[in-house]
Every structure is written in structure tokens, then in C-alpha cells.
């Protein structure tokens, strides 16, 4: 079996005020066909949108990678993060593994799709992608 380069480990930020407020790490498998995301938020209150932000950027990133299917381990408390998810991908499997939830998704291959997503939710405000 010849062999596959994997992508490198990425991470993703959304800032609020010069400071981190949620975040991401993002890594494929050797079968590159599904994007394993862990996300976070900072303890305390943040602009509402923030964590769909995060999701946006995830799954923004999964489709422009065209990477099949998102794999998200989520704070089990973060209903904003869990219904992104469910807006963003299709055929969604979520369940609760300890104090997270593990979301299984396909990504939609639609550009269109996710571009009208980010753009109802507060456009002019989103996350980076930290080399």
C-alpha cells in the first residue's frame, strides 16, 4: 500500500475583544474522508453567534478540504455548537460520551450552502484559521 500524506493538524479561533472565546482542533485520519474536530468555548458569557461561528468555520473548512464527513467532539452543555451542527450537515448522529457529545455529520458539498448559513448569522463577524 503506497503511502498517504496526511494534512497537518490545524487550529481554528474565534476571538471577541482581542481575546480567544472558542476554538477548534481539526485533524484527518489516514482515510482523509472525515474531519475530526474537538471544540471549546472560554467559561462565561460571549456575543451571542459565537460558537455557530466556530461550527461555521469547521465545517467551512471540511468542505473546502472535500472531506465527506465531520466527526465534532462538543461540550455536552453547548446547544448553540450542537444546533449548528444540525443546521450545517446532514444526517446527523449525536451522542453523549461523558461530559461531551460526539456529532457524526456529512458535510455538504454546496458552497452555496454554507455561504448563506455564515451570511444569515452576523455577517462582518467570523472566525480565523491560525496557520
Do not use: K, W, Y
Not at 448553540?80 to 455529520?105: N, S
Amino acid at each position: 500500500m503506497p503511502f498517504q500524506q496526511l494534512r497537518p493538524p490545524q487550529h481554528l479561533t474565534v476571538e471577541e475583544d482581542g481575546q480567544i472565546v472558542a476554538e477548534a482542533d481539526l485533524r484527518t485520519g489516514p482515510e482523509q474522508s472525515v474531519l475530526h474536530a474537538e471544540l471549546h468555548a472560554a467559561p462565561g458569557h460571549h456575543r451571542p453567534g459565537t460558537h455557530a461561528d466556530l461550527v461555521d468555520a469547521v465545517v467551512d473548512e471540511a468542505a473546502a478540504e472535500h472531506v465527506g464527513r465531520l466527526s465534532a467532539t462538543v461540550p455536552a452543555g453547548d446547544a448553540e455548537m450542537l444546533a449548528r451542527i444540525q443546521q450545517r450537515c446532514t444526517d446527523v448522529a449525536m451522542r453523549r460520551t461523558g461530559a461531551t457529545v460526539q456529532a457524526d455529520g456529512i458535510v455538504p458539498d454546496h458552497a452555496d450552502r454554507a455561504d448563506s448559513a455564515r451570511a444569515a448569522h452576523n455577517p462582518g463577524t467570523g472566525p480565523r484559521l491560525d496557520p
